[in-house]
């Protein structure tokens, strides 16, 4: 089993930057794919970016270029930079576990951080 838990998340002007952690407990870290989703008000669920075990990175067309993911297995966390805010990235940020064995994916999910883009 795993457990998220986020933090970093705040108030930042447009243009401005931030940077999430997300530390990981209850199991082995490193066999994990982690990821960053957000949700903002009346949408869906999305992801933002994503990093394999063996730090392998993939993202969203919304923050590439922007977003960089990173992971430190000897302290159990994953990180999201985020540089060159906009007003359209404010949301609701999730950590996010997943590994998959035989056909089967486990998923865990932190609480969340909010994140506001505003002057």
């Known amino acids: 089993q795993v457990q998220l838990v986020e933090s970093g998340g705040g108030l930042v002007q447009p243009g401005g930057s931030l940077r999430l952690s997300c530390a990981a407990s209850?199991?082995?870290?490193?066999?994990?794919?982690m990821g960053w989703y957000r949700q903002a008000p009346g949408s869906q669920r999305e992801l933002v970016a994503s990093m394999t075990t063996v730090g392998s990175p993939n993202y969203a067309d919304s923050g590439k270029g922007r977003f960089t993911i990173s992971r430190d297995n000897a302290k159990n966390t994953v990180y999201l930079q985020m540089n060159s805010l906009k007003p359209e990235d404010t949301a609701v940020y999730y950590c996010n576990a997943r590994r998959t064995s035989g056909g089967c994916s486990r998923v865990y999910w932190g609480q969340g951080t909010q994140i506001t883009v505003s002057s």
């Open positions: 209850g199991s082995i870290f490193s066999t994990y794919v």
